[in-house]
């Protein structure tokens, strides 16, 4: 067989063009895309949110099936991170469901906390609380400490009142409406330290 240059061109494009219809038919199992119940993300409803960790307020798309959390991925339509998420972000499934070193599945956190915990003086246990009971301890906490610390009048007389024992740090998830209110609410315990997350 006399073999030219141009045959051979000729030949290695038909082989070629008979690979790739092989590959892209129904014979070839390379591109089946047959829905498959194993799939990670079948019927889940995707949720936006906002990552936890820092001020950034990077966008993450949340995968939930029947009330449970699947999935944490970044939200490429957001306009902070375009998809993308830093590591601290890329593990926030990790706040409640973790990978089982030995088995390989995934478990809930057994490192999570589900309800408060408070630390007592000069114990060296933490103890599990209400909600209730942390909300009016908290409220007492801060009674007390205002009522100690109020100051009314400066060393001049004039009027004050402020409360120099109490700093407010705010976070950085909330709206501009939740910062208003809660900066209200810090102004009218007499706090002048206050700050907010979202300027770090």
């Known amino acids: ?6 045959s051979f061109f000729k030949a290695s494009a038909l082989a ?36 936890c960790y820092c001020s950034g307020g990077c966008g993450v798309i949340c995968s939930v099936r029947d009330g449970e959390l699947i999935n944490i991925e970044g939200d490429p339509d957001h306009v902070i991170n375009e998809g993308g998420l830093c590591p601290k972000g890329a593990t926030m499934f990790q706040l ?4 089982d ?5 995934i478990i809930p956190n057994p490192n999570r906390v589900y309800n408060p915990m408070v630390r007592r003086p000069y114990s060296t246990e933490w103890e599990e609380i209400t909600w209730e009971e942390a909300i009016d301890e908290i409220c007492r906490h801060v009674k007390d400490t205002r009522d ?15 409360l120099e024992a109490i700093g407010h740090l705010g976070g950085s998830q909330q709206n501009s409406e939740e910062e ?12 002048v330290a206050v700050d907010n997350q979202a300027r770090v």
Do not use: P
């Open 1 to 6: 067989m006399d073999l030219t240059r141009r």
């Open 16 to 51: 070629l063009a008979g690979s790739m219809a092989y590959e892209l038919s129904s014979a070839s199992e390379a591109f089946a895309m047959d829905a498959d119940d194993s799939w990670k993300l079948v019927n889940t409803e995707e949720y936006t949110n906002i990552c």
């Open 96 to 99: 409640i469901k973790v990978v």
């Open 101 to 105: 070193d030995k088995t390989g599945e």
């Open 148 to 162: 100690q610390y109020f100051i009314e009048k400066d060393e001049d007389g004039k009027t004050v009142n402020r």
């Open 180 to 191: 208003y209110l809660i900066l209200k609410f810090m102004r009218s315990l007499g706090l």
